[in-house]
């Protein structure tokens, strides 16, 4: 139990520090709908699970073995955070952008698949991952264990972007978006941009 509640307290630190997941997830809320946002939530948890399933089967072994497969992955995740910054910045300089009205939905599909792509395109998240199972687990955790602990994981994600998705997709905060549209865009476009430069540059 003590081991399932550090794995527990570490995840929630680092779930509810903001990053590209939270971004993503609070910008779908303000400027799509609740249920858009809950799928790119829903999205991001899958990545997450990948991580942490790939984690007990040592992606981080393989990381290591492999160096060119980490830089690949964190080349991959460093563009589509770029792309995504750059439409964002896209979108607000158009000239209506102050005025216009929420956009129509995303697509289930599409909420869906940008919340896993933001996820899973980070291998810090495969670095953390790793570390929690490595190092809070231990090398000798049961099967047990390894599976309450990924149950913990995943349950504590559900939940807090279930929340940022509910929180965010409010009628007081879509008509604050609405008012201040194009700095709201500018500002997430540019921590878009930061994570992913960030990304780019980093050597581990």
Not at 96 to 123: M, V, Y
Not at 147 to 165: C, Q, T
């Amino acid at each position: 139990m003590n081991i399932l509640l550090a794995v527990a307290a570490i995840h929630t630190v680092v779930l509810v520090i903001p990053g590209p997941d939270v971004l993503l997830v609070s910008q779908t809320a303000l400027a799509r709908t609740r249920r858009a946002a809950l799928l790119a939530g829903l999205g991001v948890v899958l990545g997450i699970a990948c991580w942490a399933a790939l984690a007990l089967l040592g992606i981080g072994l393989l990381f290591q073995a492999f160096p060119w497969i980490h830089g690949a992955v964190k080349v991959a995740g460093g563009a589509y955070l770029l792309w995504m910054g750059v439409n964002l910045w896209r979108s607000s300089a158009r000239p209506d952008a102050q005025a216009a009205p929420i956009e129509a939905p995303l697509s289930d599909l599409a909420a869906l698949r940008a919340g896993f792509l933001t996820n899973i395109s980070n291998p810090k998240a495969a670095v953390f991952f790793g570390s929690v199972f490595s190092g809070v687990l231990g090398a000798h955790a049961g099967t047990g264990l390894k599976l309450a602990a990924f149950a913990v994981i995943v349950g504590l994600s559900v939940g807090w972007f279930a929340l940022v998705a509910a929180g965010m997709s409010t009628a007081p905060m879509q008509r604050a978006y609405l008012r201040a549209r194009r700095a709201v865009d500018r500002v997430a476009g540019t921590l878009m941009l930061g994570f992913g430069g960030l990304l780019l540059a980093s050597r581990e």
